[in-house]
């Protein structure tokens, strides 16, 4: 005989992401940087800005991709680390820091932390090979 399953069970067990101390997401594609991520123009005398359509679309995907990955959830405050491909896709340089908050963001979107002002510690590196990933991302749990 098979015992029913409560909605809060189903969550649980299916939909909501357990809580874990840490995760490790790889992304395929370069975030924009932050300096594209919004748009702005004038409406009826006001400035109006909105996200830009390439991050939105980035984010969609970025989104998408990490929740595929099914890592769980990190609660409360934590350590983000990048490690992400230097020169992906061009020989044009990017500044480190202006992909920290994409991918914060779609952290956030995705479920894998409740809030990017809970980031504690943030680190950002280039590295040279990352067997084509755009970056690699871990998330773990600060202590006390």
Same mark, same amino acid.
């Given at each position: 005989?098979?015992?029913?399953?409560?909605?809060?069970?189903?969550?649980?067990?299916?939909?909501?992401?357990?809580?874990?101390?840490? !995760? +490790?997401?790889?992304?395929?594609?370069?975030? $924009?940087?932050?300096?594209? %991520?919004? &748009?702005?123009? =004038?409406? /009826?005398?006001?400035?109006?800005?909105?996200?830009?359509?390439?991050?939105?679309?980035?984010?969609?995907?970025?989104?998408?991709?990490?929740?595929?990955?099914?890592?769980?959830?990190?609660?409360?405050?934590?350590?983000?680390?990048?490690?992400?491909?230097?020169?992906?896709?061009?020989?044009? !340089? +990017?500044?480190?820091?202006?992909?920290?908050? $994409?991918?914060?963001?779609? %952290?956030? &979107?995705?479920? =894998?932390? /409740?809030?990017?002002?809970?980031?504690?510690?943030?680190?950002?590196?280039?590295?040279?090979?990352?067997?084509?990933?755009?970056?690699?991302?871990?998330?773990?749990?600060?202590?006390?």
């Amino acid at each position: 005989m098979t015992e029913r399953m409560s909605a809060k069970q189903y969550r649980e067990q299916f939909v909501e992401p357990k809580a874990v101390s840490s !995760a +490790r997401i790889v992304i395929t594609n370069m975030p $924009p940087s932050a300096n594209g %991520l919004r &748009k702005s123009f =004038i409406k /009826e005398g006001k400035v109006i800005s909105v996200k830009s359509d390439g991050y939105a679309d980035w984010r969609k995907a970025a989104v998408s991709e990490i929740t595929s990955q099914a890592v769980g959830k990190v609660e409360g405050p934590y350590r983000l680390s990048i490690v992400a491909q230097r020169h992906w896709r061009s020989k044009r !340089a +990017r500044d480190i820091d202006n992909i920290i908050k $994409p991918i914060s963001d779609a %952290l956030v &979107k995705a479920g =894998i932390v /409740e809030d990017d002002c809970l980031a504690e510690c943030v680190t950002a590196r280039w590295v040279d090979d990352l067997q084509g990933h755009a970056a690699v991302i871990d998330v773990e749990v600060c202590d006390g």
